[in-house]
């Protein structure tokens, strides 16, 4: 399982330091959280920070783009040195086009669901997805519950994607006591802000999401 770590949660006064952390106990990713204040209530980084992070990192830069018209954007991401680009469904009127532009630059392209969004908006766009993204939270801020109710939705994501090279990655209120299951139902990347960042020790917590992750696969 990879785990990708969200820096949404990490101390932006230190924040080279804080992904060496992650990346030093194994961390395959770094997960980039870009809020426009409109698609979500909460505005936060964009590639100027993408292009400072890649300069202290070789790790996977994963830039989940929570913005509205997400095409608009995608070309700034691509010369940050973003390795991994996912849009939201909800929020691009040609899913199909995002997904392929993202492609065609050599990016790893990811499409992202909010919890209510039927996985059926994603059904004809198999061959373009690289990533599938299943948001357990209302996307916004860092630190809310996981919501149960989207277990179900991974089981059939799961079913959806058989066949395809589709990664399915899961955001929103990963920890400790659920990374386990996650691992279990066949989830191929986690992306865990709060629980790694807002802990004392964040490459501990890190190592010790790999063990659970590891003895649950046994
Ligand atoms: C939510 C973001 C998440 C968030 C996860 O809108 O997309 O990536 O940072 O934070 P935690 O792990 O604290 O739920
Ligand atoms: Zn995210």
Redesign the pocket.
């Given at each position: 399982m990879i785990i990708a770590p969200?820096i949404?949660?990490a101390d932006f006064a230190n924040l080279g330091r804080d992904i060496q952390t992650v990346v030093h106990a194994g961390a395959q990713w770094i997960?980039v959280?870009v809020?426009d204040g409109v698609f979500?209530p909460n505005i936060t980084i964009g590639p100027l920070v993408v292009k400072a992070v890649r300069k202290v990192t070789t790790a996977f830069l994963d830039c989940?783009l929570?913005v509205v018209d997400p095409e608009r954007y995608l070309d700034d991401f691509i010369r940050s040195g973003a390795d991994g680009i996912t849009v939201h469904v909800e929020a691009t009127r040609h899913l199909q086009r995002a997904l392929a532009s993202i492609r065609e630059k050599g990016l790893k392209s990811g499409v992202s669901l909010n919890p209510s969004t039927p996985l059926e908006t994603i059904k004809y766009c198999l061959a373009d997805i690289d990533l599938l993204l299943i948001?357990s939270?209302n996307?916004?801020?860092?630190?809310?519950a996981f919501i149960k109710a989207v277990f179900p939705k991974i089981q059939e994501a799961k079913t959806m994607i058989e066949g395809y090279p589709i990664q399915l990655q899961v955001?929103?209120?990963?920890?400790k006591d659920n990374i386990a299951k996650l691992a279990q139902m066949g989830v191929d990347n986690v992306?865990?802000?709060?629980?790694v960042f807002m802990t004392a020790d964040p490459g501990k917590t890190i190592k010790e999401m790999f063990d659970l992750v590891s003895s649950s696969l046994r």
């Open positions: 969200s949404l949660s997960h959280d809020m979500v989940h929570m948001m939270v996307p916004g801020f860092g630190g809310q955001d929103g209120g990963v920890s992306v865990a802000g709060s629980s």
